[in-house]
């Protein structure tokens, strides 16, 4: 079992090496690491500064996402608060822990410049979604994703991307993420009320399976209602925790930033730690451009693809920039030593504590219940959408239902085991999953910025033209791919044009 592990552990170490960094000992050689920050630049670029600029309007787009264009289809809202169930989980507590464990205080502030730059991303991803959604089974509703705007949009000789993505995304969200989820809520609640992690991993089992076999219109009820509750109580004990430290904060943000630009570190290795994991955990926590959020954006009945582009952004805004941040506080105005001994979820456990008193340990827990099983029940969905793309039977998505389940118990199981090596190999294989599924999404929405670009700039255009609620009507664009019973009848494309078009959006 050990020669196992170990050799697993060098398949995951190589794995990781590869996307998130350091192939020949150079701490940025690796595909997310060389091209995320990049590729957020510039699509930041290609919107015109959309996550400055737009703020505004993303507010009032919000202001309008609880409305239903039809009766049993599922709102803005809804897809948005099933996007943050996902987003809002184990990384915005354990996460940001294990971050600032690993890389010091200065990996918060390259989550920020993630989540910043990640949110031109994930609106790209998500306009995309919406343009290229599908009518579901269901009346009423819509599936989409990566998956399908890949091929969709970039036509069969890619049909091999959108495989190897939904795979990518089956592994990591229907496995390795529900197996971290579960991990940090059985060590919250054993390290808070002393309850056996396998029987919590048991208890989370049957409760996340009586939701998502509700389908997406039962987990968007439910995150609904969940999410918003558990988002403000935590900044509340948050912004108290601030509150009662005013006279510290210049140098909690004197530390960030210096620690962010390497002034407290020694060589290159130190500073390439600090970057590598404010991005790592900052992807983990918004999950933009991971490609994870267009799979349940794609679900929201809206009257133009650029609304839940909005709303999505929206998401990563009160994931990392907010919620991360609330986190980072509390562990950096609190006096608990930052040495490694102590990290994940139990960090910010003794740092609520020494603010607040014992029953912080309480509230972390209770917190984490909301988080992390939001995020499960919302990762179902993600992994369900590209079952379906894959093989659509319901053979495919009994035998995903018990693996799911399986990867709950594993997570419980590595809290009950209480070793460390399997903490960070758990976190490790989310790690590398997650960074192959967004490579494959980050090279799509490349290729695919044209398209998504002229829907933005059709959007701007009615905006600018006094229309407060622009509709996208696809006849009025050449973009092949697009289901006709979804926009508007769909693409108006000359016969002899149609083959040159197709697989070259954007052109």
Known sequence: MQEF??????????????????????????????????????????TGFVQFRGFGQMLRVMGHSFRKEHDDSVSSFQAFATSAAARVGTGNIAGVAVAITAGGPGAVFWMWVVAMLGMATSLIENILAQTFKEQGEVAGTFRGGPAYYIDKGLGKRWKWLSVVFSIFLVICFGFFFNAVQ???????????????????GVLVSVLAALIVFGGIKSIGRFAGIVVPVMALCYLAIALFVILTNIPRIPEVFALIFSNAFGVQEAGAGAFGAVVANGIKRGLFSNEAGMGSSPNVGAAADVKHPVVQGYVQMASVF????????????????????????????TLTQSALASEIGSWGNSFIA????????????????????????LWHTRTSIFCYR???????????WVAWSGREDNFHLLWNLADMSMGFMASANLLAILLLSGVAIRVFADYEKQLKQGIKEPVFDARQHYIPGIEPDVWGGGPHIPGEHAGERHGKPGK
């Open 318 to 345: 009160l994931d990392t920039m907010l919620i991360c941040s609330a986190t980072a506080s509390i562990i950096l105005l609190s006096n608990v030593e930052l040495s490694g001994v102590v990290e994940g979820v």
């Open 182 to 200: 579960s991990n940090a809520m059985a060590e919250a609640i054993h390290a808070a009320w002393g309850v056996n992690p396998l029987l919590m």
């Open 366 to 389: 209770i917190a984490l219940i909301f988080f992390a099983f939001t995020s499960i029940i919302a990762n179902y969905y993600y992994a369900e959408t590209n079952i379906f793309y």
């Open 5 to 46: 592990l170990d050799g697993l552990t060098a398949l995951v170490g190589w794995g990781n090496s590869l996307t998130w960094g350091g192939i020949g000992g150079i701490w940025w050689l690796g595909i997310l690491i060389a091209a995320l920050l990049p590729a957020g630049l510039y699509f930041t670029w290609r």
């Open 402 to 412: 018990v693996l799911y389940i399986g990867f709950i118990l594993f997570g419980a």
